[in-house]
């Protein structure tokens, strides 16, 4: 199993590159993973459905033919850390590679809803993408540390 992560825009603050970075490298530890940020379609700002369609474009050509694609968005399916640890055990029997997506300002153009296998919330709460990347990071390597029986989540 190979996991990756692409986020649409920069990591823009000094602690979150640090988060990014630190959490990149635990995951690291388990299993080949990539953090991949792409441009924000910033130029479009004045027009989000156009923003949303060259975003989700420039995804999809990031994306492997076989790649599972799971978005992170404020409408996905809910669960708990387990849950989402067994969540990514049943991705990783069946795929090579499972492909985590973090939005940017506007969300996801409607090709990319319909590429993606999958739409996991990581809150009902509505986070900075900012935030958002630690957030969908930590959890990605708590799943890995769940799923290995590391002690880093304690049940």
Known sequence: ??????????????????????????????????????????????????????EGENVLKALGTNDTLI???????????????????????AHKTIVFCIGGAYGFSESLRKRANGTISLSPMTFPHQLARVVGLEQIYRGCTIINNHPYHHV
């Open 1 to 54: 199993m190979k996991l990756k992560c692409i986020a649409i825009g920069k990591t823009s603050t000094p602690h979150g590159i640090d988060q990014v970075q630190l959490y990149t490298q635990r995951i690291q530890r388990f299993v080949p993973f990539e953090w991949i940020e792409l441009k924000e379609a910033k130029h479009l700002k004045n027009n989000p459905s156009n923003a949303l369609k060259l």
């Open 71 to 93: 978005l992170f968005d404020e409408k996905g399916k809910s669960m708990d850390s387990i849950g989402f640890a067994r969540f990514m055990d049943r991705q990783s029997i």
